[in-house]
């Protein structure tokens, strides 16, 4: 398997775990916030394969605790149980991102055991959420089934949603927060514009506006907090 990036230590991407971060290219969203265009499109060229990867983990045995696979969409590869089941076999934990997509692949991952921890981005409310994720006239299906597969418990998780100005509003939350009632935690991301956006000109939310965000998801999630404030 191409491996597309490889950040070797992060504090950040899995809670509680001192972790390494890989990218896998290819998504079948195309949401305009997203600052791995790269990856999305596929024109990033492969930094390593599986073997070196393995290699690199081998190495940081005692010293890293876990393992991030992130996109792009990640679930999208078919042989990414193959990849997480010669992670796990090395000892360590394994946190996948997923838009949530492909419930099936994800029931899979965490009945077969390959995944420890899920992260599952919410884009927007159901009414706005083909406009945020670039696909306009999106079904939905895939992603709620994603959504009621997590919240019935069968695997760690967390839900969280990149806060746009251009996409997002009171209303979203207002819909999100019931939609994810019961939901063990909930992260508000804040947008970083970078030069790999896919559509320039978009703009983050202030502090202020998301925490009068997060104070409307907050009476349905157990948790919600905020992530990518400076």
């Known amino acids: ?12 991407d899995y809670p509680g775990k001192v972790a390494c971060t ?28 599986d073997q070196g990867l393995l290699a690199f983990l081998n190495r940081r045995k005692g010293l890293l605790d876990g393992v991030c696979v992130t996109g792009g969409e990640p ?26 997509t492909h419930p099936d692949r994800l029931r899979r991952l965490v009945e077969e055991g ?67 009632s019961g939901a063990r935690r909930y992260f508000l991301q804040s947008f970083a514009d970078r030069d790999t956006v896919l559509q320039p000109g978009l703009h983050p939310c202030s502090r202020e506006e998301l925490e009068g965000f997060a104070a409307l998801v907050r009476p349905y999630v157990d948790e919600v907090s905020l992530r990518g404030l400076e």
């Open 114 to 180: 390959l995944v420890d921890y899920v992260a599952m981005d919410v884009k927007n409310s159901p009414e706005r959420y083909g406009e945020t994720a670039g696909v306009y006239g999106l079904e939905l299906a895939s992603v709620r089934d994603s959504v009621s597969y997590l919240l019935s418990g069968a695997v760690d998780y967390e839900f969280r949603t990149t806060v746009v100005r251009e996409f997002h509003n009171r209303d979203s939350f207002r819909a999100i927060g019931p939609w994810l």
């Open 22 to 49: 890989v990218f896998l290219s290819g998504c079948d969203f195309r949401c305009p916030f997203c600052h791995n265009g790269e990856l999305v499109t596929g024109t990033c060229p492969p930094e390593a394969d």
């Open 75 to 100: 679930l999208l590869r078919p042989d990414l149980p193959l990849l997480l089941g010669e992670i796990k076999e090395l000892g360590f934990q394994v946190k996948v991102d997923t838009n949530g």
């Open 1 to 12: 398997m191409e491996i597309h990036g490889l950040q070797k230590m992060t504090l950040l």
